[in-house]
């Protein structure tokens, strides 16, 4: 949680983080202008430059990289100090910043987050959604919701919910003059809707049965890197797609969509709550945390 009266550091450091003034005024809920005026104050206060400035680019003078070198972990340990503190509240307080992915945001919210909201109304949860994978700590946030294989190893992971399942889903309509397919291999003779991966790479999708492991970079019209625009496509006839049951459930049950090769995509281990266990536990991370175990 961001506890921190040092409003002139907080905006140093937010700057250096993001590299420019825009994305820091978010991350610190600030006008730019107000932001401008406290790394200028700071500077002043200090005699010293620590940015330069360009209508294009933010950049760390020398100074300013030995000046944020220096505070950042004097300004953590201030942090989990007033944390430390404000955990003795009967209840938790201040804002909790969670990074996650946009589909796992979008499982989390009714089941998890509105309630968290609920119990908890004086705790504002500041959730920013992206597909990259990034350092929590580095950025700021207090935690992150990912599937479980992308959790960095030094991080403390708490299961959220069941197990996942990828499916292989068309439409009537394509299957009208299409066959369904029967292994893998024979997704090569079909239409596919491919995903972009935020790498920019393109995803071979992933098989598995009694031990064999199969990935097929399948051929298809259509590239998109959002689920609910593969659904749409998918519904449309355009070609095959591969999709969480979470999204694809629904299309499923009413049959728009049906199910192919169901039989080559096992369960594999879902969501998880992700955090260091390098830096105190706020109370309100910590209240989420009981949440998700009372609920899982």
Not at 34 to 43: D, I, K, P, R, T
Request: net charge negative.
């Amino acid at each position: 949680m961001r506890a921190s009266g040092l409003v002139e550091l907080d905006a140093v450091l937010a700057v250096a983080r993001h590299r420019g003034f825009r994305t820091a005024a978010i991350e610190l809920d600030m006008s730019r202008s107000a932001l401008s005026h406290a790394v200028a104050a700071l500077e002043a206060k200090l005699g010293v430059r620590l940015f330069h400035r360009t209508t294009r680019s933010v950049s760390l003078t020398q100074a300013g990289e030995q000046f944020v070198a220096g505070v950042a972990p004097a300004l953590s340990q201030i942090r989990d100090a007033m944390e430390q503190a404000g955990s003795h509240r009967d209840t938790p307080a201040g804002t909790l910043r969670l990074n996650t992915s946009t589909g796992a945001a979008r499982q989390m919210m009714e089941p998890i987050i509105l309630e968290y909201l609920r119990r908890y109304p004086d705790v504002t949860v500041d959730i920013v959604t992206e597909n990259r994978l990034i350092d929590i700590v580095v950025d700021g946030f207090d935690a992150g919701f990912r599937l479980a294989e992308l959790v960095p190893q030094d991080m403390i992971a708490v299961p959220v919910g069941p197990k996942l399942r990828f499916a292989v889903v068309g439409s009537p309509v394509y299957f009208e003059s299409h066959q369904q397919p029967h292994t893998p291999a024979d997704l090569l003779q079909h239409r596919c809707i491919r995903m972009r991966l935020p790498s920019g790479a393109i995803y071979h999708w992933e098989f598995e049965r009694h031990g064999e492991e199969i990935e097929i970079d399948v051929n298809g019209p259509l590239i998109l890197d959002e689920p609910h625009l593969m659904l749409d496509a998918a519904r449309a006839g355009v070609g095959l797609a591969y999709l969480s049951e979470w999204n694809a459930g629904p299309d499923l049950a009413n049959g728009a969509l049906v199910r192919v090769l169901e039989d080559w995509t096992p369960p594999f281990p879902g969501l998880c709550l992700y955090y260091s266990g390098r830096r105190h536990v706020p109370a309100g991370l910590r209240a989420l945390i009981d949440l998700i175990r009372e609920r899982y």
